[in-house]
């Protein structure tokens, strides 16, 4: 009997990735199309399933697609819908019905929908580093700080459908950074990549400590990486103060709901090297002694050019 | 045919509440025994299981007992025991298969175990006012402050069976309040009963704003509330500074699970008067927008005298 297959898409502010997936997590087909040339949904969700249609006659595998899973932003599981989506220009005001649109214009294959961050959470316990983990927090640190949570082997989604938001959980109380979201003092104002080179400038500005970032007109979180992987003491510094961050929220996480690890994936998730030693110090610092040293930190284990897609599709299965 | 039954146990430091409990929440016979008379726990556990059988006698139900739940510090659902209870003077060391054990003695009925404050939340649910809720999260505001998570009609227990411990979240970052964890900032040093009257003690020592409190010897949250009621300006800023701290941690606790409701229970939550108003506000501001005046806060619609009982005994269903 021919293997069943499923369909991943991952929705971004500029591209979707898109890609035909098997049950070991082998990406066998995919393709990108721009998602920002659109005012409207319906027309991009035309020219989607143009295109995965596309990739299914490529591969020749026609008529064994189960299911369709997408990763997209301001995304309801519960619903399908994708509501008030600031960062898509087809997305940006009111409710699109985008699982139930695509699902008819797929021919019926059934569709599911939820944020990246959530699709990254079913990535890694189905193909990644949460394989056989029922317990566990995925932390995605890219531009911004997603979450998906895994409770007795399930995504939380909550009451409405949008649970999981820890990057605007608030880590500074007082006079913290304003975030996008309105809010002071969240997470992803510190601990994104955003996050990081905004340190690293403000202490620049603020000291006169010598590092080799003086000589950068705009420094990006990378910047600061190569700077600390050459030695530069301040890159360094900007490092411990984001892993310290991280670990102390993360101490918090743990306290509501135990996971087995905290797992971490994206950009950011790169500088380990420098991120791993402040996490674990100030996570186990800050939790009660019955969690201290228990609760491992792990990092994604997906191909990063494949790891979105791998995601959008666990949700398929 | 007869009715099905269970017995609720609720065990704390110097008493256990025992009591006999019908599928609509009525405790049709109870009963209370010493619970720090022993060093080990086989023969306090012997005890119970007299008081058990008396009281299963007394009401006429023998042979209509289904299960017993206990609720108790320390408890582990998954094990079925207590590790390491300091509050109890039989539990302070190493691991008692408490449910085991009482199983034994109560000639198989099966026992099922989890600390008072998950109890708590499966007594709102089953009885109370959160009642055809599937996500919540229930506070007990008492000596400490407890809690227990509720996501898709189920109780969070965690990779390890002790989720959902946020009253040892950190609510003040730098410089507060030393728990009796070994922590400091936990949110129950600051909003638990004992919380407030240090809040109340702190603020006499350091101003001299004049207030009723100043009379009193040994102040108490109970002292706090009276002399809120009374108009005592120091006590109503004592109830606002601690239902600020109450709405900043519920919002970060929305985040994560995005709950339909915020359950308060406790003797402290009696002060509801003067909390509701800083915990909503402080709660708003700190969540983001898309559940901003959404999450409800309800109070506990149990009768406090039968509301550990219960909690104990839904359990066991």
């Not at 920002?36 to 008529?63: C, M, N, T, Y």
């Not at 975030?179 to 006169?208: F, H, P, Q």
């Amino acid at each position: 009997m021919e293997q069943n297959l499923v369909i991943g898409v991952d929705i971004g502010g500029q591209t979707a990735k898109c890609g035909v997936v098997d049950a070991r997590g082998t990406v066998i087909c995919q393709t990108v199309i721009r998602s920002d040339q659109h005012e409207a949904a319906e027309p991009f969700i035309a020219e989607l399933a143009v295109a995965l249609k596309r990739i299914v006659k490529e591969a020749g595998v026609e008529g064994r697609i189960r299911g369709i899973g997408v990763g997209a932003p301001n995304a309801n599981y519960y619903t399908g819908d994708i509501e008030n989506a600031v960062n898509l220009s087809w997305g940006r005001s009111g409710t699109i019905h985008f699982a139930s649109l695509l699902k008819d214009a797929m021919d019926g294959i059934p569709v599911t929908l939820t944020n990246d961050a959530n699709a990254a959470a079913m990535g890694e316990m189905t193909y990644g580093a949460a394989r056989g983990m029922k317990n566990f927090i995925m932390i995605t640190l890219g531009t911004g700080v997603g979450s998906g949570i895994v409770i007795n082997g399930e995504v939380v989604y909550g009451h409405d459908g949008f649970a999981g938001e820890l990057g605007h959980t608030t880590i500074v109380r007082h006079n913290g950074r304003l975030c996008n979201c309105g809010k002071t003092g969240c997470l992803e104002t510190y601990c994104s990549a955003i996050g990081v080179a905004r340190t690293a400038r403000e202490w620049l500005d603020m000291s006169d400590t010598p590092s080799v970032l003086r000589s950068l007109e705009n420094i990006t979180s990378k910047d600061v990486y190569e700077a600390a992987k050459e030695g530069d003491e301040l890159a360094r510094k900007v490092f411990d103060f984001t892993g310290t961050l991280l670990g102390e929220a993360f101490a918090d996480f743990i306290q509501f709901s135990a996971p087995e690890a905290i797992v971490l994936f994206g950009g950011l998730a790169r500088s380990k090297e420098f991120l791993t030693e402040p996490i674990e110090r100030a996570m186990n610092a800050n939790v009660l002694p019955l969690w201290r040293g228990k609760v491992k930190l792990v990092y994604s284990s997906l191909k990063e050019s494949d790891a979105a897609i791998l995601g959008a599709s666990a949700l398929a299965w």
